[in-house]
Nanobody
């Protein structure tokens, strides 16, 4: 069974920083694309950042220049460094990964709460 476990969420003041981590565990052949999604209150879930196996990245426009996604393939872990946080960033952040076992499929973490408030 494959599990994605997020950590690093919490409460931070506007302008502050947080670093989210997501570690994959279980039995699988490889992790392909990885990313972070978020769901804010009253909003639909949106893609925040995405990274391929070779490190190609893309970001939602509102987080460009503030957030950085990275991955450590040896640790099966993806990170999201969030700087200059705004109240609008408040959401539950979900780790997502495309993982190959017998089939290539999408997997999701349970989410970690990020609250930006003064």
């Amino acid at each position: 069974q494959v599990q994605l476990v997020e950590s690093g969420g919490g409460l931070v003041q506007p302008g502050g920083s947080l670093r989210l981590s997501c570690a994959a565990s279980g039995s699988f052949s490889s992790i392909q694309a990885m990313g972070w999604y978020r769901r804010a209150p009253g909003k639909q879930r949106e893609l925040v950042a995405h990274i391929t196996t070779v490190g190609r990245t893309n970001y939602e426009n509102s987080v460009k220049g503030r957030f950085t996604i990275s991955r450590d393939n040896a640790k099966n872990t993806v990170y999201l460094q969030m700087n200059s946080l705004k109240p609008e960033d408040t959401a539950v952040y979900y780790c997502h990964a495309v993982i190959s076992r017998t089939l290539t499929a999408d997997y999701w973490g349970q989410g970690t709460q990020v609250t930006v408030s003064s």
